[in-house]
């Protein structure tokens, strides 16, 4: 069986980007990149930009012809409108 990875126990979490930032180093060790996250997954992101193969989660329509599996996954054509802590964005897994 794999070890698991676990957050270091000596950082300071009450960042909400040191905790991001620790969390996306776990996933990473775990999924192998965020790019393996399955169509319809949503992740936070620090930042305002939204990674290549994403779409934010702002509540917005998106073509069933591009992203077809994720309207699918959703039922529908709009993303979830989610807010995030400032300093992060929610993003949507959309191929």
């Known amino acids: 069986m794999a070890e698991i990875t676990r957050f270091p126990a000596h950082e300071d979490y009450s960042d909400w980007r040191a905790f ?3 969390l996306v180093n776990v996933l990473s060790v775990h999924l192998g990149s965020i790019q393996s996250v399955p169509v319809g997954h949503i992740v936070l992101f620090g930042g305002s930009a939204t990674p290549q193969g994403y779409l934010k989660c702002d ?3 998106f073509s069933s012809v591009t ?4 309207a699918n996954r959703l039922g ?3 993303t979830p409108n989610l807010s995030a802590p400032s300093g992060f964005s929610y993003g949507i897994r959309a191929r």
């Open 67 to 70: 992203y077809p599996a994720l």
């Open 76 to 78: 529908g054509t709009v």
């Open 59 to 61: 509540g917005e329509s």
């Open 20 to 22: 991001a930032d620790a």
